[in-house]
């Protein structure tokens, strides 16, 4: 009973968060209406993202921020005023930054299946050579008998195949 009410005390209501983003949003309203500009390729990521735990939006989100910094700098450089707005998204440089924030967002997450694809193939190759070195121990120790229909074959790769190895 008490674990279920631990639980409760630390549970957000979502006005929780989203009353105060609203009215640092006012507060900072420059500020504010340059980032949302700025982060519509994260907004895109957003609606397009069907991936678990939204990964796809984290990452463009993430390295979109970082593209931002430039706008963010120049807004707050000439005094962060509603008349501001206009000239700092005016910035070609700026548009250049966020956006290939954004893009390397999208390329990073793209490339995370075939490179994790890799990691855990060889992960798995090590893993198998580790139990069939294991197996061979046992069979030296007790006999081929041992090893049963069931025996493991690890395939040499190609290197070591040629004599490299």
């Keep these: 009973m008490a674990a279920a ?3 409760g005390i630390f549970k957000l209501k979502p006005w ?3 009353v105060p983003v609203i009215l640092l949003g006012l507060f900072f ?3 504010s209406v340059v980032l949302l500009a700025a982060h519509v390729p ?3 990521a957003r609606i397009v993202d069907t991936s678990p735990g939204r990964r796809l939006t984290i990452t463009v989100g993430a390295m979109n921020l970082l593209g931002s910094l430039y706008f963010l700098d120049q807004i707050i ?4 005023g509603i008349e501001d707005i206009g000239p700092t998204l005016a910035n070609s440089f700026g548009w250049l930054y966020a956006l290939t924030g954004a893009g390397a967002g999208w390329v990073l997450f793209g490339m995370m299946t075939p490179i994790v694809t890799r990691l855990a ?5 090590l893993r198998l050579r580790r ?3 294991a197996q061979d121990k046992l069979v030296a120790e007790w006999g081929e008998a041992v090893r049963g229909p069931y025996a493991m074959r690890v395939e040499a790769e190609e290197g ?3 004599g490299e190895g």
């Design 131 to 133: 139990v069939a070195g």
């Design 16 to 18: 929780t968060i989203a």
């Design 160 to 162: 070591e195949a040629a």
């Design 121 to 125: 193939g060889a992960q798995s190759a």
């Design 77 to 80: 450089a000439v005094g962060a």
């Design 42 to 44: 994260t907004i895109v």
């Design 29 to 31: 309203l420059p500020v």
């Design 5 to 7: 009410s631990q639980e």
